[in-house]
C-alpha cells in the first residue's frame, strides 16, 4: 500500500527518516500535498505501508497514514 506517513510535530518526521534508513526501507521526504492537508509540514511518501506501520508501533511514534489509489 503507497501513501504518505503525516505527523504532527515535524521532530517525528525526521525520527522516523531516520529509522526507515537504518531499516532499509525505500521512502522520500515531500511536503504534505496539499490534496491531502492545507498545512505546511513535512511527509514521508512510503511504497509498502505494512513494514513502516509495524516499525511505527513499535517505536510508539504517533502518525497519520493517507493511503494513494494509483
Do not use: W
Amino acid at each position: 500500500m503507497k501513501g504518505y506517513l503525516i505527523f504532527d510535530v515535524d521532530f517525528y518526521a525526521f525520527q522516523v527518516e531516520k529509522l526507515l534508513k537504518q531499516s532499509k526501507i525505500s521512502h522520500k521526504i515531500t511536503t504534505i500535498p496539499r490534496e491531502i492537508s492545507s498545512d505546511c509540514g513535512i511527509a514521508i511518501y512510503i511504497d509498502d505501508f505494512s513494514l513502516v506501520d509495524l516499525l511505527l508501533t513499535n517505536y510508539n511514534i504517533p502518525y497519520k497514514f493517507k493511503e494513494i489509489k494509483n
